[in-house]
């Protein structure tokens, strides 16, 4: 049965107020557009979990949308501070729970294989283990010596970008894969947005291909452009000057309303924000192709 | 002797170049340590093995990355993997030489903060955080950091201690069982900083032209140096050259400072 379905459907039906949402996305594949549409729809009270933030957070939070932020590293990556985050942080009006990037990555991984937490050898560090109760230790039953653990994560929904999907959800990636599938596997119902909706036989000529399968997958979304400012590999350049805009849009919050009024109020969907970001951007991010040597399964 | 003049960027990244071995497979973070370890591949150490946190390995990058998980990372690299991959079975098991470090603050014991200035759950400025550098810090090899010399970058103590260097004292780092050897050198625009055997951070060498005094002028603590503390080899035309017309034609990380 087809999982089609528009961005606004699937957020509509699959996100609620008071749910822990990851969207996923190491710098590559950011589902920028569903996070504007949760917005659109005013979501509220939200725990937003990301190994980075990024811009898709700062604006969520901007946006009223989160309750608590669970990460490992609240930067603007190559840029600078994550200014909304940063603030209300530090203003108590946000709560949250940090983790370095490996213990971050290992709750999905727990989470994705149905463990209760996940060991981590000694790092030496002290302080982040003395500030968050749910890092904790147990003593390893093979060699007796104390290992870190953390616990598994399980978001109420995983958005994961990916380049194609067929109409089943059999989701395809590369280039920087992150924590797509730990994400897609420990969350509890996963929405695919999808640069291309292909043909089943498509995704079966590269099986070794297909990140995400279908039978996880409960919603299938045609997003074109879905991860700009971030980009899809293959498809469109990283876009690093709105990265640095942002670091002056976020100056102010008269200027982040502004931009929220005009880049996600005031269009409809990821279609339209693609086509208002005009001719002399596309162009910018356009890419060159480089292609992969074709490989043979055999047909057997 | 170079002609030319140079910036304090330049000068950290060359000498952070120059501790570079062929061969080492190094964790590598954008900026700085980016363009320390192409020019290290460009001069002696021809197969550096460069790894990304992003998953990325043996990148052979075409343009200056802005952000760690850049596309042109990807295009011509010879693999990619998860997060939870990079992580597991190259940091934790081994199989990383080097890592490079940065934070707000480094301390007496090489300890870094690049968490939180003030009180951690009532922030007075709040940093980025750990990302991977806990996990660099406590088990790459060695470990260096470049950091302009400054007073309040270098405090007796740190706030927080996001990465560990060697605690209060190299005995308590040993005694976690984190695997790494801790941070090794720390490159500053006026010298070179290196563990004692307690892990306490002395001088060890200083830039041509630079002097003691300015080392301590701008350390937070009372800072010893080493018996000996030698002169660095001045930085090389070559060097520049490779730096500012190959790796950085724009000057994104090099120019002013």
Redesign the interface.
């Known amino acids: 049965m087809s999982k089609i379905c528009s961005l606004a459907e699937a957020i509509q039906q699959f996100i609620h107020d008071g749910d822990t949402v990851f969207c996923a996305g190491?710098?590559?594949l950011i589902p920028f557009a569903a996070g504007h549409e949760i917005i659109r729809q005013g979501r509220k009270n939200l725990t937003l979990a990301r190994?980075?933030p990024d811009l898709i957070y700062d604006q969520m939070v901007a946006a009223g949308c989160a309750k608590k932020l669970v990460?490992?590293?609240?930067?603007n990556?190559?840029?600078g501070?994550?200014r909304i985050v940063?603030e209300e942080?530090?203003a108590?009006r946000l709560e949250w729970e940090?983790?370095?990037?490996?213990?971050m990555?290992?709750r999905?991984?727990a989470g994705a294989a149905g463990l209760p937490f996940m060991p981590?050898?000694?790092?030496?560090?002290?302080?982040?283990e003395k500030?968050n109760p749910n890092i904790r230790r147990v003593k390893d039953p093979y060699s007796g010596?104390?290992v870190l653990t953390v616990p598994a994560l399980h978001p109420d929904v995983g958005i994961i970008h990916v380049q194609r999907a067929d109409k089943n959800g059999n989701a395809q990636v590369?280039?920087?894969?992150?924590?797509?599938?730990?994400a897609a596997f420990a969350s509890k119902d996963v929405i695919i947005t999808a640069e291309e909706i292909v043909d089943e036989d498509v995704i079966r000529s590269d099986p070794n291909r297909t990140l995400i399968p279908g039978l996880i997958v409960k919603a299938v979304c045609h997003v074109p452009h879905c991860a700009h400012p971030s980009?899809t590999?293959g498809y469109y350049?990283?876009d690093?000057v709105f990265?640095l805009n942002w670091d002056k849009i976020s100056e102010n919050r008269d200027s982040v309303n502004s931009w929220l009024d005009e880049w996600v109020f005031g269009v409809k969907n990821a279609a339209e924000y693609w086509e208002k970001l005009g001719p002399e951007t596309h162009a910018r991010l356009a890419?060159k192709p480089?292609y992969a040597a074709p490989v043979n399964y055999g047909d057997y | 002797m170079s002609e030319l003049t140079y910036t304090a960027s330049e000068l950290m990244c060359i000498n952070a170049a120059r501790l570079l071995r062929d061969g080492d497979v190094v964790f590598v973070g954008v900026g700085l340590p980016n363009l320390a370890c192409n020019l290290a591949r460009r001069t002696h150490a021809p197969s550096l093995q460069m790894i990304y946190e992003a998953g990325v390995i043996g990148a052979r990058p075409n343009r200056l990355p802005l952000s760690i998980g850049d596309p042109t990372l990807v295009s011509g690299a010879s693999s990619v993997c998860s997060m939870f991959d990079i992580f597991s079975l190259y940091l934790q098991r081994g199989n990383v030489d080097v890592g490079f470090l940065g934070g707000a603050q480094i301390d007496r014991f090489g300890n870094i903060n690049a968490t939180v200035i003030g009180d951690y759950h009532k922030p007075k400025v709040r940093l980025p955080g750990s990302g991977g550098s806990q996990e660099i810090a406590g088990w790459a090899n060695r470990c260096y950091i470049m950091t302009p010399h400054q007073k309040r970058r270098f405090p007796e103590k740190c706030d927080f201690i996001t990465s560990a260097g060697f605690l209060n004292g190299r005995a308590e780092r040993e005694a976690t069982g984190a695997r790494g050897g801790g941070p090794l050198v720390i490159v500053t625009n006026l010298g070179i900083l290196e563990p004692d055997e307690n892990g306490e951070l002395i001088l060890t060498a200083l830039h041509p032209g630079c002097t003691y005094d300015q080392v301590k002028e701008n350390t937070g603590w009372a800072i010893r140096a080493a018996e000996t503390v030698r002169t660095t080899e001045p930085v090389t035309d070559v060097e520049l050259k490779i730096l500012r017309e190959e790796l950085d034609p724009d000057g994104a990380y090099l120019k002013g400072s």
């Open positions: 190491f710098t590559h190994a980075t990460f490992s590293y609240i930067g990556p190559g840029v501070s994550l940063r942080m530090e108590g940090e983790y370095s990037h490996f213990g990555i290992s999905l991984q981590m050898n000694q790092n030496a560090a002290p302080d982040l500030n010596r104390e590369w280039g920087i894969l992150g924590e797509q599938k730990e980009y590999q350049d990283r690093n990265y890419v480089r």
